[in-house]
């Protein structure tokens, strides 16, 4: 079975530009979950999905938002960005909104110039 | 608030040594607890995980964890490293009943040299 999957695999964007990030789950898992791993630091919580609602959300500004299409894959979005949002960008998996374990896919690295 | 606190950035040692990485938390309510393994330029592998039960967790590789909640800690060992061994390994922990916010420490490379 394919494991968490992620698209682009790279990005290089513009400051001021916006991006769209792409997650598919683990067939049958119904949760999705965004971080932020900036480099040489342990990822960030930004997001919780389920059964299309945000269940979750960590402290990022609005220029973050995300939702959850029916087949449970998920879209990240980030406007205006800034330098400071270079990193990679990984969506995680769980089986239910009740599931602890959470599968990542192997991100998506974004640079902004 | 939960946090997480790596104690070593990086732990070089050398293949078929023994190895220990430290993790400890802290929290006010019950946590679950986990340990991922990054390898260059790749996304996280979830290695361990402790919900319930015994208090030590084993991995199929050889790695394992004890879970000890006095100490708050989840230490995770290995008795004999290779040097596939090498990645960077992140604890993490998740508040009983908030299934999708896990709280990752600052992650600890581990160097296996030959």
């Known amino acids: 079975d394919a494991g968490v999957t992620q698209s682009p695999t790279h990005l290089i964007k513009t400051r001021g530009q916006q991006v769209t990030l792409r997650c598919s789950p683990i067939?049958?898992?119904?949760?999705v979950s965004w971080y932020q791993q900036v480099l040489g630091q342990g990822p960030q919580f930004i997001f919780q999905y389920y059964e299309k609602e945000e269940r979750g959300r960590g402290n990022f500004p609005d220029r973050f938002s995300a939702r959850q299409f029916p087949n449970y894959s998920s879209e990240l979005n980030v406007n205006a960005l800034l330098l400071g949002d270079s990193a990679l960008y990984l969506c995680?998996?769980?089986?239910?909104?009740?599931?602890?374990?959470?599968?990542f896919g192997p991100g998506t690295r974004l640079t902004v110039t | 608030a939960q946090s997480v606190t790596q104690l070593d950035s990086q732990v070089p040692v050398f293949e078929e040594a023994p190895v220990e990485l430290r993790c400890n938390y802290s929290?006010?309510?019950?946590?679950?607890l986990f340990w991922y393994v990054q390898y260059p330029n790749q996304g996280l592998q979830l290695l361990l995980k402790?919900?319930?039960?015994?208090?030590l967790v084993k991995s199929i590789n050889g790695f394992e964890a004890e879970f000890n909640k006095s100490q708050t800690s989840f230490h995770l060992r290995k008795p004999s490293v290779h040097i596939s061994d090498t990645a960077e390994y992140f604890c993490?922990?998740?508040?009983?009943?908030?299934?999708?916010?896990?709280?990752f420490g600052q992650g600890t490379t581990l160097q296996v040299k030959p």
């Open positions: 995680a998996s769980s089986a239910a909104a009740g599931a602890y374990e959470q599968y």
């Open positions: 067939s049958g898992h119904k949760s």
């Open positions: 929290s006010s309510v019950s946590v679950y």
């Open positions: 993490a922990v998740i508040r009983s009943g908030n299934t999708g916010k896990l709280i």
């Open positions: 402790y919900l319930s039960g015994s208090t």
